[in-house]
């Protein structure tokens, strides 16, 4: 049986090794108006450090429900006037990670978008 979206537990769970995440990120576009780098550690929970915003605590994500190495990630950061979603994955050596920014004042902004690709240092 498939494990990704199965309807029960599988014979065997590893807990999500986080290890493929780890390191210090540098966005491939050095000219990027958005996020420049990042830092990816785990303690008893992944955290993780944009530059400029500080930390947060992620959810980490395998590719199963059997559990195993790290792919992704979601993170979340709150500013009080805007709310940041990260969610982010690897794609083979590239750590790719998508913004979705929403602002909560009156500037009457609109909500918006951004990818960028990583590298690891």
């Not at 493929?20 to 420049?36: C, E, H, K, M, V």
């Not at 980490?60 to 006037?81: I, K």
Request: hydrophobic share 40%; glycine share 4%; net charge negative.
């Amino acid at each position: 049986m498939n494990s990704r979206l199965s309807d029960r537990a599988p014979d065997h769970v590893q807990p999500i090794d986080p290890a493929p995440l780890l390191g210090d990120w540098i966005n491939y576009d050095a000219d990027s108006r958005n996020i420049t780098s990042l830092t990816i550690s785990s303690r008893e929970d992944l955290i993780v450090n944009i530059t400029g915003w500080g930390e947060v605590t992620a959810s980490p994500f395998a590719l199963t429900t059997a559990g195993g190495e790290a792919v992704a990630f979601r993170a979340a950061y709150d500013f009080g006037f805007a709310k940041i979603a990260i969610l982010a994955y690897l794609n083979k050596r590239l750590l790719v990670v998508d913004a979705y920014t929403t602002f909560h004042d009156d500037s009457e902004r609109s909500n918006y978008f951004v990818r960028d690709h990583f590298y690891l240092r």
